[in-house]
């Protein structure tokens, strides 16, 4: 037998470490927002931009010199202390750099024995397998165990190899900590040998055309999504086990329109929110990944129209059972979730 027992799945891996959770806890997560600890500008900004994200992440992996990783890890510590993280809601998480790295056994133990009481997840990157998973799970219930924590730190990990793509189910599957998976596309090109320089997005050579005319004429041609197939398996990988998918950077700081419908795509396919690595990503984060209010009206009268989510109804033309009941419960859940935090929204989601 290779995997543990059900019983044994959620029992602590060390003594005195917190019970693991059995269901993750319901909170909006539209973007992770990635904050550079190192640099003091920045990280001073953290208080006032909390309020206005659904998690800060301190990054202390790729983007963060080698010789700044000391003062990153120390920033990151500095900020799970700037704000009230657990008391008032945002989330604070932290990437870490990665197993194999000279800086991940210093990362993973100073977070925890230092913030620990205010962490909510941490992002693990280049996850190659369930075996990252199991050595930093059990690694981190012994630092819980230490800091005497009493709610247990969760994992999300990062897709950005072939071969954590080819064992994408398995590390969904790996611990209880699992909170989500979002896609590195960055990484993820480079592992795969795919021809780019681009971080997400489309490829103005990645597309089809038309076939030839009898008139010689041109061709119509439109780019393709070359994401497709990654994010639609990870959020089938995500949701078989119970968390969350995740779009992860978005490069082209500057392309507000092709961010936005990256975004958007992830967003129908099933992804919980994406990360915003500058402060003009917030608003498009929050703008896609909250449901669009016309959406929530429609998917509120289908399910006026079967309480019981039974049955079927025509609504404006369009047949309604009790799987068109369920979409609309994912629409109308999502904007119960975005109107305990947005007031604007919440106004227009109720129709007043
Ligand atoms: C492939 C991957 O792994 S992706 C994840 C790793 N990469 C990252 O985390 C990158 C995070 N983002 C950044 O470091 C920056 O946004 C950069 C380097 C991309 C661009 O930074 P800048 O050139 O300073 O952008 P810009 O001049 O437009 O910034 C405008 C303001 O926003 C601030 N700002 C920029 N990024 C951030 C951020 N992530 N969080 C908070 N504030 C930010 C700048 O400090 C600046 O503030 P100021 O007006 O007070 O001077
Ligand atoms: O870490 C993210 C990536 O795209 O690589
Ligand atoms: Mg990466």
Same mark, same amino acid.
């Given at each position: 037998?290779?995997?543990?027992?059900?019983?044994?799945?959620?029992?602590?891996?060390?003594?005195?470490?917190?019970?693991?959770?059995?269901?993750?806890?319901?909170?909006?997560?539209?973007?992770?927002?990635?904050?550079?600890?190192?640099?003091?500008?920045?990280?001073?900004?953290?208080?006032?931009?909390?309020?206005?994200?659904?998690?800060?992440?301190?990054? +202390?992996?790729? *983007? &963060?010199?080698?010789? /700044?990783?000391?003062? %990153?890890?120390?920033?990151? @510590?500095?900020? !799970?202390?700037?704000?009230?993280?657990?008391?008032?809601?945002?989330?604070?998480?932290?990437?870490?750099?990665?197993?194999?790295?000279?800086?991940?056994?210093?990362?993973?133990?100073?977070?925890?024995?230092?913030?620990?009481?205010?962490?909510?997840?941490?992002?693990?990157?280049?996850?190659?397998?369930?075996?990252?998973?199991?050595?930093?799970?059990?690694?981190?219930?012994?630092?819980?165990?230490?800091?005497?924590?009493?709610?247990?730190? +969760?994992?999300? *990990? &990062?897709?950005?190899? /072939?071969?954590?793509? %080819?064992?994408?189910?398995? @590390?969904?599957? !790996?611990?209880?900590?699992?909170?989500?998976?979002?896609?590195?596309?960055?990484?993820?090109?480079?592992?795969?040998?795919?021809?780019?320089?681009?971080?997400?997005?489309?490829?103005?050579?990645?597309?089809?055309?038309?076939?030839?005319?009898?008139?010689?004429?041109?061709?119509?041609?439109?780019?393709?999504?070359?994401?497709?197939?990654?994010?639609?398996?990870?959020?089938?990988?995500?949701?078989?086990?119970?968390?969350?998918?995740?779009?992860?950077?978005?490069?082209?700081?500057?392309?507000?329109?092709?961010?936005?419908?990256?975004?958007?795509?992830?967003?129908?396919?099933?992804?919980?929110?994406?990360?915003?690595?500058?402060?003009?990503?917030?608003?498009?984060?929050?703008?896609?990944?909250?449901?669009?209010?016309?959406?929530?009206?429609?998917?509120?009268?289908?399910?006026?129209?079967?309480?019981?989510?039974?049955?079927?109804?025509?609504?404006?033309?369009?047949?309604?059972?009790?799987?068109?009941?369920?979409?609309?419960?994912?629409?109308?859940?999502?904007?119960?979730?975005?109107?305990?935090?947005?007031?604007?929204?919440?106004?227009?989601?109720?129709?007043?």
């Amino acid at each position: 037998m290779s995997q543990k027992t059900p019983r044994n799945f959620f029992k602590p891996l060390a003594i005195g470490a917190p019970e693991p959770m059995r269901d993750l806890p319901v909170k909006l997560e539209r973007m992770i927002h990635f904050v550079p600890p190192h640099l003091d500008k920045v990280r001073a900004k953290v208080p006032s931009m909390a309020p206005g994200v659904d998690v800060i992440l301190a990054n +202390l992996e790729d *983007a &963060i010199p080698a010789d /700044a990783k000391d003062a %990153a890890r120390a920033g990151a @510590i500095e900020m !799970a202390n700037m704000y009230d993280w657990q008391g008032k809601g945002t989330g604070f998480w932290s990437r870490v750099n990665p197993l194999n790295s000279p800086w991940f056994q210093e990362d993973v133990s100073q977070l925890v024995l230092n913030a620990g009481h205010q962490l909510d997840v941490i992002m693990l990157p280049k996850v190659e397998g369930p075996w990252d998973i199991h050595f930093a799970d059990q690694y981190v219930a012994q630092l819980e165990a230490k800091a005497g924590l009493t709610r247990p730190i +969760l994992f999300h *990990a &990062i897709l950005e190899t /072939a071969q954590g793509m %080819a064992l994408v189910e398995d @590390i969904a599957l !790996a611990s209880p900590r699992m909170q989500g998976i979002s896609l590195g596309p960055a990484d993820l090109a480079a592992d795969r040998k795919m021809k780019t320089t681009r971080v997400g997005g489309g490829h103005p050579f990645y597309r089809v055309i038309e076939d030839p005319k009898e008139d010689g004429s041109d061709r119509a041609s439109a780019q393709q999504d070359p994401w497709h197939y990654t994010i639609a398996r990870m959020v089938d990988a995500c949701r078989m086990a119970g968390i969350n998918a995740f779009y992860g950077p978005f490069g082209d700081i500057a392309d507000l329109d092709a961010c936005e419908q990256q975004f958007r795509n992830a967003f129908l396919l099933g992804c919980a929110g994406t990360w915003s690595l500058h402060p003009n990503q917030i608003a498009i984060a929050k703008k896609v990944f909250s449901p669009d209010p016309d959406e929530v009206k429609f998917a509120r009268k289908i399910l006026a129209a079967m309480p019981d989510g039974t049955g079927v109804a025509m609504i404006d033309g369009k047949m309604q059972d009790d799987a068109t009941w369920k979409q609309a419960k994912v629409i109308s859940d999502l904007a119960d979730l975005v109107a305990g935090k947005d007031p604007d929204l919440a106004k227009a989601y109720s129709g007043d």
